[in-house]
């Protein structure tokens, strides 16, 4: 007769964001097995199935949105509430679980982290790599409480509100014997017939590329790990795209050297995006704390 416990909604939420029961007991660090006994309970208490089982996995079903949607409020709610607690009593702490973009997540790593742990030794910080688009996805879901990405591709969500952070300027590397290493003054045009490793290239780079280099760009590699590019461009004729920054790390961990390019370098915007209110103090602390430290590191 009790209402549903915190933790079993967010089980329910879990499996409806991941659409199975596999994948939503991944993100939550439960097993399978513990996921599906928990749905089944509550399937059974409440006398209805809230999820249609398929072949492709878990679809939420009709009955069941409006307490999801309730679900999910209650729990946002529950954690500001707990959050406001927090910040009444003097204290900085929680978890803040931050969304990077693949550019900004080497700035995040280097200098956010370190400097949190210091200044805010409370606070946990946990991070998601992803694109844009994801990012969007997983802030409105709830499972990020705020995001460093550009905003190119995509659109704020309502509710929602963004800062520049960041300038990054973009580096094309090679490896050191590759074709084009150590040509002086590079024409542009010279890039075209090589393929580029990179994360999801975004349109605005698309249409740069193509003004620039008179061609369309060949994407050759897309990777999720900056390391694993820089190893197929080290071992291939491939480009690595990179930040300015990050083109020092790679070109000391992987030997790559930067191209001498004649051309006006392309840059793009960093972005924090927090819900409106934000979510916790913790969430204002690091928000703080990055216009106080990323804004450093590159312009």
């Known amino acids: 007769g009790h209402a549903l416990a915190s933790r079993e909604m967010a089980i329910l939420l879990a499996v409806a964001d991941e659409g199975s029961i596999r994948r939503a007991a991944l993100y939550l660090g439960l097993t399978p097995a513990a996921v599906s ?7 059974a208490r409440l006398g209805a199935s809230l999820f ?27 954690s500001a509430a707990e959050a406001g607690f927090r910040s009444r009593s003097g204290t900085i702490a929680g978890q803040v679980r931050i969304g990077a973009g693949p550019f900004p997540a080497a700035s995040v790593a280097r200098i956010l982290v370190p400097q949190a742990k210091r200044q805010l030794p409370d606070v946990r ?3 998601q790599l992803g694109t844009a688009a994801e990012l969007m996805a997983s802030l409105q879901r709830g499972r990020i409480d705020l995001a460093i990405c550009h905003l190119e591709d995509v659109a704020l969500p309502p509710g929602f509100r963004a800062h520049v952070i960041q300038r990054l300027h973009s580096v094309i590397m090679a490896r050191p014997d590759h074709p084009l290493a150590g040509v002086a003054a590079l024409p542009p045009t010279r890039l075209a017939g090589y393929g580029l490793a990179c994360f999801h290239p975004y349109s605005r780079f698309l249409r740069w ?12 590699f897309i990777g999720s790990d900056f390391d694993l590019l820089a190893e197929a461009v080290a071992q291939s004729d491939l480009l690595l795209l990179s930040s300015r920054n990050l083109a020092v790390v790679l070109a000391r961990s992987h030997c790559l050297a930067a191209l001498d390019i004649a051309w006006a370098g392309f840059s793009h915007d960093v972005n924090i995006i927090q819900p409106e209110p934000p979510a916790s103090p913790a969430a204002v602390a690091v928000i703080g704390l990055m216009d106080e430290t990323l804004r450093q590191w590159e312009a």
């Open 37 to 43: 006994k928990a749905v089944r309970l509550v399937e």
């Open 52 to 78: 249609e089982r398929t072949a492709g996995g878990m679809a939420v079903a009709d009955i069941a949105g409006p307490l999801l949607k309730s679900g999910r409020k209650a729990l946002m709610e529950l």
């Open 125 to 127: 910080l946990s991070v």
């Open 209 to 220: 590329y193509h003004a620039e280099v008179g061609a369309e760009a060949e994407i050759g």
